[in-house]
């Protein structure tokens, strides 16, 4: 099998190479995004693979189809950016569901942690022997009530450390887990007795722009946001009303609603063109990091174990469990 990966860094390589040696592929890496431009890169190939900053519509679809090849290999468990609708009949599509849950959970509470005691800033202010700790007041966690949004693995996780703070955790899923030891609540309810918040759920229709301004306005003054999943859950313009109407203690960004071109890129000598991304960095109480929350040595050989998996299991004919179907995933 002939594999082509797009959006490659240096460190896809790590476990992605010697990885696909044992199972006989040959894979081929370009830096370039996959897009309407850079599609026809994949002719002569069974499959591409895919990062979350990628996007395959209906009419590459067809073009691949066309070229011959089979599947799209999602190295990631978000499936958004692929027209499955479209895809069905012509192309497989297959994800990884789940890594290590714990990583983004883990990443998610760092974030919550930094973005209330302030440490980033108050790194770059003591390396300065700038020792004032004024503007740096945050608050304890403990017996403090955390909205959980989405309980699959990675929402259970943080559910998990956040009980490790003795915080009183609360949740929404429009699919309650049974099996999972916390109480459930209306996603109202959620938004005005939680005092932080953590977003766990996918990016869906019924989920876009899930943080409005709407529900922004049914939160407690101070409230503490943080969103490691996907931009599109927040609704950016409405976000910054929100802080400039000082209306946040704090918020954490893993992830950006415009973040393609943009994050995994040095774009330091460039002058950035998003002018809500821009306003985002400009308020004290905002940390943006680069959609990095899967990034650990157990998340990213995860990530392409379960890729290859996938791929053999399309070449030797075996059932696909991790495809992705229209109305089933």
């Known amino acids: 099998m002939k594999i082509l990966f797009y959006n490659t860094k240096p460190y896809d390589r790590y476990w992605f190479e010697p990885m696909a040696k044992d199972y006989g592929f040959s894979i081929h890496f370009v830096e370039m995004r996959c897009d309407e431009e850079t599609v026809s890169l994949a002719a002569g190939h069974d499959a591409i693979c ?38 069905e009949g012509k192309l497989h599509v297959l994800r990884v569901p789940s890594y290590s849950p714990e990583a ?29 700790i004024n503007g740096f007041m945050g608050m304890n966690l403990y017996q403090k009530t955390a909205g959980v ?16 703070f003795r915080m009183h955790i609360i949740a929404y899923d429009p699919y309650p887990n049974p099996s999972a030891d916390v109480q459930y609540v209306s996603l109202e309810e959620l938004m005005k007795q939680s005092d932080i918040i953590s977003l766990h759920c ?36 409405a976000l910054i009303d929100g802080l400039l109407e000082k209306r946040f203690g704090g918020v954490g960004l893993d992830v950006y609603e415009e973040e393609e071109g943009v ?31 899967f990034f650990t040595k157990e998340a990213t050989q995860a990530i392409a174990q379960t890729t290859l998996e996938n791929a053999y299991a399309l070449e030797t004919g075996k059932e696909l469990v991790n495809e992705v179907l229209p109305g089933r995933s």
């Open 202 to 237: 996918p990016l869906t229709d019924d989920t876009r722009h899930l943080i409005n301004q709407k529900t922004i306005s049914l939160m407690k003054k101070g409230i503490y946001l943080v969103n490691t999943s996907r931009g599109a859950l927040i609704d950016t313009e």
């Open 149 to 164: 949004v989405g309980t699959g693995k990675i929402g259970q996780a943080m559910i998990r450390i956040l009980k490790g």
């Open 50 to 87: 895919i990062f979350v900053n990628d996007y395959v519509n209906a009419d590459m679809i067809d073009k691949l189809h066309e070229m011959g090849v089979r599947a799209i290999l999602l190295r990631c468990a978000g499936f958004n950016n692929v027209d499955i609708r479209a895809a």
């Open 263 to 293: 994050f995994y890129e040095d774009r330091s000598n460039e002058i950035i063109m998003d002018e809500n991304l821009v306003r985002l960095t400009s308020f004290p109480n905002v940390l943006i990091t680069s959609h990095m929350g």
């Open 104 to 132: 983004v959970a883990e990443f998610a509470a760092a974030m919550l942690l930094t973005v209330n005691r302030y440490t980033h800033r108050a790194y770059g202010r003591t390396r300065d022997f700038n020792m004032n």
